[in-house]
């Protein structure tokens, strides 16, 4: 029978998934209307883009110190900030619609202050998982949490397009709620998720900063994932760009071109389902090659098909491995990594693909308007290719085993995490 601990431990991991998996599908809901609102507001393209441009800023700008703050404070206190700041600034949108007052100035703060939220919490929450999950099930849990990803992509969109349908400021209502439904749930922890304790004088935050940098530029497994994993989500999200810029520019209607978005979140949460059962199964550093790929022959039906159920079932088919690659390797990363570097090391992984990700559109923009549709979905193809070769040309990341065996490549200062 499982001990009073572990109960315990399960107990705080479900609080902290239902609380994200419900702020998840809020904050992506809100990410979805905030363009629509801007637009509705100026006629302008350009400002409805700069609404999420914002929020992305505001992650990407916070991840780095925030890494250092999860490796120095306790982890739930800094997420219970997140999540409370999330209920006050989406409530002020909210009010602010009840009173006619909705400003653009106003949405930009919030989308800017919502992304430094964002950015606060999440290598506080990836410490709190490693702190509540004992080692051999990080990746069902991480597997658990791509799946939240993935159904918040499937809902988020039509609920916000029904929500703003009835009032502008409903979506910011109910974000809010979700917010405060996470606040909540953190509250329900009843783990210690302080830090671990520093023998010594403490050095200096930027010090600290420097350390999860070294860590990472240091060893070669961190550092091919890092580049591999940024310059992957360039290449795939312009993939993705092109194809659904180029169902507009084909006539479809809006309905046609969500069925691309429901596939690939319908796809991730079967991906999700099955990535535990792959996971033990498969080396992981091979499984992680062969997500590196999976897109490339998937190309080929997209660049001469420009049809929405040609592009659904490619991405689809595209996104059922991914789920066990982000899991298996992501879990892997953590388990070795000595729980004193986790937020930072984190964050500098993160902050690198946060960076890539404003890029995709542009450049799925600009190879669109120079080339052409088909052209441009071959050259990313051809970008994808050459970014695959990142890991399967690695050593360290073709090494890596299946996760029995992963307690040998702990990290020197790396402990194993208490059942």
């Known amino acids: 029978m499982p001990s009073c601990r572990a109960l315990a431990r399960n107990h705080d991991f479900t609080a902290l998934w239902i609380g994200q998996t419900v702020s998840e599908i809020g904050s992506r809901m809100t990410m979805f209307v905030f363009p629509l609102i801007t637009f509705a507001m100026t006629g302008s393209a350009v400002l409805a883009a700069a609404s999420e441009a914002l929020y992305l800023l505001g992650v990407a700008g916070t991840l780095l110190p925030a890494g250092v703050l999860a490796d120095r404070y306790d982890r739930r206190r800094i997420m219970l900030v997140a999540s409370g700041s999330g209920v006050l600034l989406y409530g002020s949108l909210a009010v602010a619609g009840v ?3 909705l400003t653009v100035p106003h949405l930009f703060a919030v989308a800017l202050l919502t992304g430094v939220g ?7 929450e990836i410490s709190a998982v490693r702190t509540v999950v004992p080692a051999e099930d990080l990746p069902t849990a991480l597997s658990q949490n791509q799946a939240r990803l993935h159904v ?9 397009g029904v929500l703003y349908a009835v009032t502008r400021w409903l979506p910011f209502a109910v974000d809010a709620v979700t917010f405060a439904v996470s ?15 520093y023998d010594g ?12 940098v070294r860590f990472v530029v240091s060893r070669p497994f961190f550092r091919v994932l890092t580049i591999w994993s940024g310059l992957s989500n360039l290449a795939v999200n312009a993939l993705f760009f092109v194809a659904i ?3 507009i520019e084909g006539g479809f209607g809006s309905f046609q071109i969500g069925l691309v978005e429901a596939a690939a979140g319908s796809a991730g949460i079967v991906g999700a389902v099955l990535a535990p059962w792959l996971i033990e199964r498969l080396a992981t550093g091979w499984l992680t090659v062969a997500i590196a790929w999976c897109f490339l022959p998937l190309v080929v039906p997209m660049a001469f098909w420009n ?3 040609v592009v659904a079932a490619a991405i689809g088919l595209g996104m059922l491995l991914n789920p066990a690659g982000n899991a298996g390797i992501g879990s892997y990363r953590i388990a070795v990594t000595p729980p004193e570097l986790l937020g930072r090391v984190q964050s500098t992984s993160q902050f690198v693909s946060w960076s890539m990700m404003p890029l995709a559109p542009v450049l799925a923009g600009v190879l669109l308007s120079t080339v052409g549709g088909q052209t441009a979905i071959l050259v990313l193809g051809g970008f994808s290719a050459l970014v695959a070769c990142i890991p399967t040309f690695s050593r360290s990341v073709r090494a890596v085993p299946r996760p029995a065996l992963w307690e040998r490549h702990k990290a020197p200062g790396a402990v194993a995490v208490a059942a």
């Open 118 to 124: 964002a950015g606060l919490f999440a290598p506080a």
């Open 183 to 197: 606040f909540v749930q953190l509250g329900r922890i009843r783990t210690d998720l302080s830090p671990e304790t």
């Open 201 to 212: 004088p403490r050095p200096r935050p930027l010090q600290d900063l420097k350390d999860g």
């Open 307 to 309: 049809q929405p159920w």
């Open 245 to 247: 810029l180029r169902l």
């Open 99 to 101: 009173l006619g007052e």
């Open 152 to 160: 918040a992509s499937l809902i988020s969109a039509p609920l916000g």
